[in-house]
């Protein structure tokens, strides 16, 4: 992809159950963002195909998916959501929430990506994180959510692979939000970082 095509994106950061996902399904439903979750399209991959079948095995141990075979995925997703117009990437910014999570994406994502900013969600209670898991398990019915080893798994796996993406970025781009709030109180955190962004790729491709 060309330097200067590449999608305008912030990166929904954080630990399994931080609220991610809430926040993302926010945002999705205000005009101008496009929230897309990795692992939304990998529960949504059918199971009886053979990268279904893989990316289950996966995510039924807690460990992450192999990158040639998450990309790939990911790629076919949004090229799919362009060419139904539901992603226009000249107009919406893009919420990606799940992606990179090892430093190896990052280096793949950015030659797809021009990211304004990254927003890591932060909560120290891991209890609390543990509940919500609880909860969605319930409502959502996700394998990687019901059972306690799992979950435990998936922490360790953030806490090793995935946290140190975030030194990544320039410093200047990473901003930390506090997720211990409300969703309103966190959404209104989060807006002060992705209005900006929206508004530069607006100006971006305003047309004299
Ligand atoms: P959570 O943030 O609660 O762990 P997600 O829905 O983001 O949940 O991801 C669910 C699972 O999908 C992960 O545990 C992992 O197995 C897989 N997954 C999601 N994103 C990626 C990724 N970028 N690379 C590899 N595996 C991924």
Request: with cysteine; proline share 5%.
């Amino acid at each position: 992809m060309a330097p200067d095509e590449r999608y305008r994106s912030v990166l929904l950061f954080g630990p399994p159950g931080v609220g991610k996902g809430t926040q993302g399904g926010i945002l999705a439903n205000i005009p101008g963002f496009f929230h897309l979750a990795v692992g939304d399209v990998f529960r949504a991959i059918d199971i009886g195909s053979e990268d279904g079948r893989q990316v289950y095995e996966y995510i039924s141990r807690g460990e992450l998916v192999p990158d040639d075979l998450t990309i790939k995925i990911w790629k076919k997703a949004v090229d799919a959501y362009v060419a139904l117009a539901r992603y226009k990437p000249r107009e919406d910014l893009l919420i990606l929430d799940g992606m990179p999570r090892n430093v190896a994406q990052v280096r793949i994502v950015r030659q797809y990506l021009n990211i304004s900013s990254v927003i890591s969600l932060e909560c120290r209670d891991y209890e609390d994180m543990i509940h919500r898991i609880r909860r969605r398990a319930i409502r959502e019915n996700r394998v990687d959510d019901a059972n306690e080893e799992v979950i435990r798994r998936r922490f360790k796996v953030y806490e090793e692979v995935t946290a140190p993406v975030l030194e990544q970025f320039d410093e200047s781009i990473v901003h930390r939000v506090d997720a211990n709030g409300s969703p309103a109180e966190v959404l209104y955190s989060i807006l002060e970082y992705v209005i900006p962004a929206q508004n530069e790729l607006f100006a971006a491709n305003q047309v004299d």
